[in-house]
C-alpha cells in the first residue's frame, strides 16, 4: 500500500510542471510579443502571412464593426498585428506597379503605418511584409499625452499610427494632392477597422492630439506627419 502511495505522489508533479511549460511557451506558440523582449533599434522582424481568404461575411462585418474604447489587457498576436498591418497597407501583387489593399492617387502611396505596442515602435514596411522596431521601450502613455490624456490610446495593446508624406501627392497634384491624401487615409483606416472586427477586435480613430508630439513620440521623419491614432484590441 506504501509503494503505491508513494508511486502516484511521484507522479503529481506532472501536471504542475506542465502548466508551467504552458504558461511559458503559450504566448510564444501564439505569436505573442513579449513585453519584456526589447528590441533593438533598426531590428527587423518577419510578419507571418497574411490571410487572403477570409469567410467572415462583408455585410457582417459592417454590421459588427463599432467604435471600442474599453480593451483586455491582453497583448495582440503578431499574427493579428500582421493580419491587420496588411489590411491597412500591405501589398496584394506585383505586376508593373505594386498594388496595395487600399488604392492611391497616382499609385504614389503617400502613407506610412506604424505601430505602439509594450515592445516598443516599429514601422511597416508592406514590401517585405515586416516590422523594423526604431524604440525599443512602451511609448503609449507618452503617446496619450500627446493625444490630450485620451486613456484608450494608453490602455489598447496596440496603437497604430497612420502617418503620410503628402509630398509625394503633391509634387503630381498639387495643392489638391492634401485632399488625396486624407481620402486614403480614411480608406486605410475603414480597412484596419473592418479587419479587426473580422478578428474579433476592435478599435476606433483618434484625431484630436498635438501632430508635433505626436511626431516626436512615434519618431516620424523628416516630411512625414501623423493623420489618425487607431488604437485596437479584444474588447473588456
Known amino acids: 500500500m506504501s509503494t503505491c502511495r508513494y508511486r502516484r505522489s511521484g507522479w503529481m508533479w506532472l501536471p504542475g510542471i506542465a502548466a508551467m511549460l504552458l504558461a511559458l511557451l503559450g504566448p510564444l506558440a501564439r505569436g505573442e510579443a513579449m513585453a519584456s523582449d526589447r528590441p533593438s533599434p533598426g531590428e527587423v522582424m518577419a510578419l507571418p502571412a497574411p490571410e487572403r481568404t477570409g469567410e467572415a461575411p462583408f455585410e457582417s462585418l459592417l454590421q459588427q464593426r463599432t467604435s471600442l474604447r474599453e480593451y483586455a489587457p491582453e497583448p495582440l498576436s503578431l499574427v493579428q498585428i500582421g493580419q491587420l498591418l496588411w489590411a491597412t497597407n500591405g501589398t496584394t501583387q506585383r505586376t508593373y506597379f505594386t498594388h496595395r489593399t487600399i488604392p492611391s492617387a497616382g499609385?504614389?502611396?503617400?502613407?506610412?503605418?506604424?505601430?505602439?505596442?509594450?515592445?516598443g515602435v516599429a514601422h511597416y514596411d508592406p514590401f517585405e511584409h515586416r516590422l523594423r522596431w526604431h524604440r525599443a521601450e512602451d511609448a503609449r502613455a507618452a503617446l496619450a499625452a500627446a493625444a490630450l490624456q485620451q486613456s484608450w490610446v494608453r490602455e489598447a495593446p496596440a496603437v497604430f499610427v497612420i502617418a503620410a508624406e503628402p509630398a509625394r501627392t503633391t509634387v503630381k497634384y498639387g495643392p489638391r494632392g492634401e485632399r488625396y491624401v486624407d481620402i486614403e487615409c480614411g480608406l486605410a483606416c475603414q480597412n484596419l477597422l473592418l479587419?479587426?472586427?473580422?478578428?474579433?477586435?476592435?478599435?476606433?480613430?483618434?484625431?484630436?492630439?498635438?501632430d508635433q508630439a505626436v511626431a516626436e513620440v512615434v519618431g516620424l521623419p523628416a516630411g512625414q506627419v501623423p493623420r489618425l491614432l487607431v488604437p485596437i484590441g479584444r474588447p473588456r
Request: proline letters at 7%; aromatic letters at 10%; a negative charge.
Open 107 to 119: 499609385a504614389l502611396y503617400p502613407l506610412e503605418i506604424y505601430v505602439l505596442t509594450a515592445r
Open 195 to 210: 479587419q479587426a472586427t473580422a478578428l474579433g477586435l476592435g478599435g476606433v480613430p483618434v484625431g484630436a492630439f498635438e
